[in-house]
């Protein structure tokens, strides 16, 4: 199946491909610490490959959108090169991109995100966007719909960073940014963090050295390619299955 890409398409081509398009895939990751065993470009990387396997899926419906690779960080600035962006910059940049796009005719868009930290901020954005520019803007985690694989496969309790799923999904997706021989375990301390965490009756922000030493969590150590696998092609099925039938229903209201 073909996949459309904007960052290795010509203009004539995405010209040719617009007829057919019904929704923008816009990745959404982060440029953060991951520990000592993942780059830190790790979630812009993960947005970016199932942003394209799941165009793949839809297509030739979907278009991927150049990735936006920063997003709400300030959790983790204390560990270097973490870079993050406040959440209205990453409503701003959705904006222009949505606008721009919308100029070509383009009504229906899906934030695929890869950073926890930015779900809250994408929340926002669908509402705000999809209500001032008349389109439909959607938003979802790349990997959070595969709970049976996670169920399955994931036995650490605290998890969601750096851990055994997120270096799984980068084994299979992009093992080139995993340093496999420096795999190790979250270094976890106890503090206030764990009054805060999903979940609790009362959530709030704090930094991430004060939950681990590290800069991860889980146990990536008891990653492997084949969990990261069954997570990904789980994800991507529920996924293309969710947008489909949004898409089905959406043009009895956009015109695409």
């Known amino acids: 199946m073909k996949k459309y890409n904007l960052t290795e398409m010509t203009w004539e081509e995405v010209d040719e491909a617009l007829p057919a398009t019904k929704i923008a895939i816009i990745p959404v990751g982060a440029h953060e610490q991951h520990g000592p065993h993942m780059a830190e470009s790790c979630d812009a990387v993960l947005a970016t490959e199932m942003a394209d396997l799941l165009a793949q899926r839809l297509s030739p419906m979907a278009l991927v959108t150049p990735t936006i690779n920063m997003g709400v960080s300030p959790?983790?600035?204390?560990?270097?090169?973490?870079i993050s962006l406040q959440p209205d910059t990453l409503i701003a940049m959705i904006r222009?991109?949505?606008?721009?796009?919308?100029?070509?005719?383009?009504?229906?868009?899906?934030?695929l995100n890869a950073h926890g930290g930015n779900?809250?901020?994408?929340?926002?954005?669908?509402?705000?966007?999809?209500?001032?520019?008349?389109?439909?803007?959607?938003?979802?985690?790349?990997t959070s719909s595969a709970k049976t694989a996670m169920?399955?496969?994931?036995?650490s309790v605290l998890f969601g960073h750096s851990c055994e799923r997120e270096v799984s999904e980068a084994l299979y997706l992009a093992p080139h940014i995993v340093r496999?021989?420096?795999?190790e375990k979250g270094d976890i301390h106890s503090g206030?963090?764990?009054?805060?965490?999903p979940g609790k009756p009362v959530q709030g922000f704090y930094y991430y050295e004060e939950m681990t030493k590290n800069g991860c969590i889980g146990d990536a150590r008891k990653a492997s390619e084949e969990i990261g696998r069954e997570i990904v092609e789980e994800?991507?099925?529920?996924?293309?299955?969710?947008?489909?039938?949004?898409?089905?229903?959406?043009?009895?209201?956009?015109?695409?």
């Open 235 to 256: 994800a991507l099925e529920n996924l293309s299955a969710s947008i489909s039938k949004l898409l089905e229903t959406s043009d009895n209201v956009h015109e695409v």
């Open 192 to 197: 206030n963090w764990e009054l805060l965490r």
């Open 151 to 155: 169920d399955t496969n994931i036995e």
């Open 96 to 111: 222009d991109i949505i606008e721009s796009l919308r100029g070509h005719g383009i009504r229906n868009f899906l934030l």
């Open 119 to 142: 779900q809250s901020t994408l929340s926002v954005a669908s509402m705000k966007l999809s209500k001032e520019l008349d389109v439909a803007v959607y938003f979802a985690k790349t």
């Open 75 to 82: 959790h983790h600035l204390h560990f270097p090169g973490t």
């Open 180 to 183: 496999r021989e420096r795999l």
